[in-house]
């Protein structure tokens, strides 16, 4: 405990010394720093507890009275309703393995693909950056996209969801200036010891890149796992959609349809059921997502620094 005690008061001697170096502008550009992160972190905060809050809560209590944190009032239907479901796991299932090989087949292509591009003696490389730029701001559009995908046979089929977006040039960019920040002196020292281009890359020059890896990794599994609308296109079979689209459907069934002849007992018990699952599926949905980012936070400053800096 003293050593502890002892270890805080010499931080804080360290830092009261190092602010003593600062002007006053300094100091005022700092604490609006400080401030505008204060704010930001709340604006991420205040609506993540809301919705925890929500999903407990019924939706009556919910909309009369706001948040309460009267524990006699909560209830885990909605969780129940959604857990039950088998569906759910079907498209868990499916979202875990899609955003998997997704990842691992975009960050195979994207390093590949941005190596010979960081080479300056590679011959043709502002053909293939005008290239690769133009797809950034034109595609083919949607239409043109569904009849290739039909036409390759790959309609619902999981490629078809993995296939069309697995290359990314903004992630290729950001590989491609990570690898012109690696010394040339590595390369040199490898051609001394007589290794070949491919054994350079994948025993020398990838394991020394491996913080932009994760960074391109963990960007395409949530682009993935966040992903329906491609699923809703090319997938037909319901034993192949993504959790997305599951819980998409069941919030889509749960809502009172325009129209309906009903009672009206029905309909508000539809509304009811809909708010219900509505902040439990943005829960079970996000789960995964906020349980990887604490593992790969550290890869940040070294990944996409890096990656931005250099020209």
């Given amino acids: 405990m003293a050593r502890a005690c002892k270890e805080g008061f010499t931080m804080a001697k360290q830092k009261k010394s190092k602010m003593a170096l600062y002007t006053k502008q300094d100091k005022i550009i700092l604490y609006c720093g400080y401030a505008l992160l204060g704010l930001f972190l709340l604006a991420i905060i205040v609506p993540m507890i809301y919705i925890v809050i929500a999903s407990f809560m019924d939706p009556v209590t919910l909309q009369n009275k706001g948040i309460s944190f009267d524990f006699s009032k909560w209830s885990l239907d909605a969780y129940q309703r959604v857990v039950s479901d088998k569906q759910i796991w079907v498209g868990f299932r499916n979202a875990v393995l899609y955003s998997i090989i997704f990842t691992i087949i975009s960050v195979a292509v994207t390093m590949l693909a941005a190596y010979p591009m960081s080479l ?3 011959k043709g490389k502002k053909i293939f950056n005008t290239l690769f730029v133009i797809t950034m701001f034109f595609s083919g559009g949607l239409i043109p996209t569904y009849l290739l995908i039909n036409n390759l046979g790959l309609l619902d089929s999981m490629w078809a969801v993995i296939l069309p977006g697995a290359f990314s040039v903004w992630n290729m960019i950001i590989a491609r200036t990570y690898y012109q920040g690696v010394p040339r002196e ?5 051609d001394v010891d007589g290794a070949s281009e491919m054994l350079y890359f994948f025993k020398i020059l990838l394991p020394v890149c491996m913080p932009v890896v994760a960074v391109l990794a963990l960007w395409q599994f949530v682009a993935m796992w966040n992903s329906y609308f491609d699923a809703m296109i090319y997938l037909n079979s319901a034993s192949k959609q ?5 819980l998409r459907s069941i919030l889509i069934q749960s809502q009172p349809e325009s129209g309906m002849i009903a009672d009206i007992q029905s309909t ?3 509304a009811k059921m809909a708010e219900l699952l509505k902040y439990a599926t943005i829960i ?3 789960l995964p997502l906020l349980v ?3 593992f790969f936070q550290k890869y940040f400053d070294a990944g996409i620094m890096a990656g931005s800096i250099k020209g």
């Fill in 120 to 122: 300056p003696d590679f």
């Fill in 186 to 190: 590595l390369r040199e020292a490898a």
């Fill in 242 to 246: 993504p959790l997305q689209l599951v």
């Fill in 268 to 270: 508000a018990e539809r």
């Fill in 284 to 286: 079970i949905s996000s």
């Fill in 292 to 294: 990887m980012y604490p």
